[in-house]
């Protein structure tokens, strides 16, 4: 299966132009990449030159904010199939959105959420992700690598199963 994942918020907390802090994505996307699955970073990081906007919520230094994500995965030895694109649609679509079969992020309707307190932006809970992804067979069922190694307090934040 084709999945896309997108990286702040997701991979990470949210501390762009920063990388953010780790959430416990790395032994459940790893876990996908050793099932088969290919794994697209879908972000709207890039390196960026010169950057212009006035827009106030709009990060307008330059910086290598897409390596930066990239380098995570490596870092992490999680092998991207895609980035930012996926590598073999170009033969049958124009369209800038990459196909993928499933999608993670944290902005997604749907996607488990952890809400930290004291941090006004709340991020992917992956604990409850990955029993999500077994509960659709696209892990196998094991029970989690978060869950059962961390009684589901890997963040240090109370889990909440999903219904
Ligand atoms: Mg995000």
Not at 11 to 23: A, K, L, S, W
Not at 115 to 130: K, L, M, Q, S
């Amino acid at each position: 299966m084709i999945i896309a994942i997108d990286f702040d918020g997701t991979c990470v907390t949210h501390e762009f132009p920063r990388v953010g802090r780790d959430i416990g994505a790395a032994p459940v996307l790893k876990r996908l990449v050793a099932a088969g699955h290919k794994l697209i970073l879908w972000t709207m990081r890039s390196d960026v030159e010169e950057p212009r906007s006035d827009h106030p919520d709009i990060h307008a230094v330059g910086g290598k904010y897409l390596t930066d994500a990239v380098e995570w995965f490596a870092k992490n030895e999680i092998p991207l199939w895609g980035i930012n694109g996926n590598p073999e649609q170009h033969t049958w679509t124009h369209s800038p959105k990459a196909y993928a079969q499933l999608y993670i992020d944290d902005a997604a309707l749907g996607c488990p959420l952890i809400y930290p307190t004291g941090e006004d932006r709340p991020y992917a809970n992956w604990g409850a992700i990955e029993q999500l992804l077994e509960g659709r067979r696209i892990l196998k069922r094991t029970g989690g690598v978060l869950s059962e190694a961390n009684n589901g307090t890997l963040m240090g934040t109370a889990y909440t199963s999903p219904e």
